[in-house]
């Protein structure tokens, strides 16, 4: 199966929240593109099952956000690998596409 979604023609942004488009979903891993304006975040949060995540940024800048209040800066290309169960999330500064790949998928 070969499967093609261009993220950046199908999902667009908001001013109120941010926007979210469910790319991929399967047994073996879920894709999701969130697309953020500036200051609008993921908060962090965690899931209590076993696996991992990454979050990609596609274009923009912005904070991987962790737990007790760390930041990790980022920008387009950077690529945070987590456990799934670790807290995460993501804060853009600029206008800011992200995909974010889970598996296995919650």
């Not at 891993?29 to 209590?48: A, C, M, T, Y």
């Not at 904070?63 to 807290?87: H, Q, R, W, Y």
Request: hydrophobic share 40%; net charge negative; aromatic share 8%.
């Amino acid at each position: 199966m070969l499967k093609k979604t261009e993220v950046f023609r199908e999902n667009d942004f908001s001013d109120k929240q941010f926007k979210k488009l469910l790319v991929h979903d399967s047994p073996y891993f879920k894709i999701i593109n969130f697309n953020f304006r500036p200051g609008q975040e993921l908060p962090v949060h965690s899931h209590d099952i076993e696996g991992q995540l990454s979050i990609t940024i596609l274009d923009g800048t912005g904070e991987f956000l962790g737990k007790d209040g760390a930041t990790i800066p980022g920008a387009t290309g950077d690529v945070l690998v987590s456990d799934i169960s670790e807290p995460h999330g993501i804060r853009a500064i600029t206008d800011m596409r992200v995909l974010v790949t889970i598996a296995p998928p919650i």
